[in-house]
């Protein structure tokens, strides 16, 4: 069963303008929620992690998070695109178990 | 430099052919994993270990092995690839076992094709 939806495989924005890549997981259980992102040709890095500190996350390279329990969703913001934010974002979960289950991922092109 | 190792980063193989990609890390992780990506499926989980002899299937671990005789290396072993295990490898560590918090370091990735 897939635990994590990434809504659109595919999001331009212009320079400038605000970021809003969704992610949305099946889960009676609040989980552990990450965003990877990963450049061209390159593994995956850490963009930020709920742990059920705070629903709202501060991440690197001005990226932010919402969890959202009403919602199920843990949608990725940035208030102002850079080019060099192209790249693949990935969200994952981890259910209290030893697995991970990554989202299909989300292309972002930034549009000069 | 704290990094996770992974060898070869490009290998072209036939079917049946046996084949290893490795695995090292340096930063004392018990936890390491092994994910393949492939487009519009994102990343999959294959194998997992939580510490030294300790492994366990992901969601996709059909035609795969793996082992941890020691701490920092987990091998992939490939016993007769198939053209359907044609796919781009990451390996992945966290100092804890999954079910923490933890960050998972990921390799720069193995691309592996099976004709």
């Known amino acids: 069963a897939q635990s994590v939806t990434q809504l659109g495989s595919h999001v331009s924005v212009s320079e400038g303008a605000l970021v809003l890549l969704r992610c949305n997981y099946s889960?009676?259980?609040?989980?552990?929620l990450f965003w990877y992102v990963q450049y061209p040709n390159q593994g995956l890095q850490l963009l930020l992690k709920?742990?059920?500190?705070?629903?709202l996350v501060k991440g690197i390279n001005g990226f932010e998070a919402e969890f959202k329990k009403s919602e199920t969703s843990f949608h990725l913001t940035k208030p102002s695109a850079h080019m060099s934010d192209a790249a693949e974002y990935f969200c994952?979960?981890?259910?209290?178990?030893?697995?991970?289950?990554f989202g299909t991922g989300t292309s972002l092109t930034v549009i000069p | 430099e704290a990094q996770v190792t992974q060898n070869p980063r490009y290998l072209i193989t036939v079917t049946g052919k046996k084949l290893t990609v490795t695995c090292s890390q340096n930063?004392?992780?018990?936890?390491m994993s092994w994910y393949r990506q492939d487009p519009g499926l994102g990343l999959r989980q294959i194998y997992y270990?939580?510490?030294?002899?300790?492994?366990d299937k992901g969601d996709v671990p059909e035609g795969y092995k793996v082992s941890r005789k020691e701490k920092r290396n987990f091998p992939l072993i490939l016993e007769s690839p198939s053209p359907n295990q044609t796919s781009l490898y990451f390996c992945?560590?966290?100092?804890?076992?999954?079910?923490?918090?933890?960050?998972?370091?990921f390799g720069p990735g193995t691309r592996l094709t099976v004709l």
């Open positions: 930063m004392n992780h018990e936890y």
């Open positions: 994952a979960v981890n259910r209290l178990s030893n697995q991970f289950y």
């Open positions: 270990s939580m510490n030294v002899e300790v492994t």
């Open positions: 992945a560590s966290s100092l804890l076992a999954a079910g923490s918090t933890d960050t998972q370091y």
């Open positions: 889960s009676s259980v609040p989980p552990y």
């Open positions: 709920y742990t059920s500190a705070a629903t």
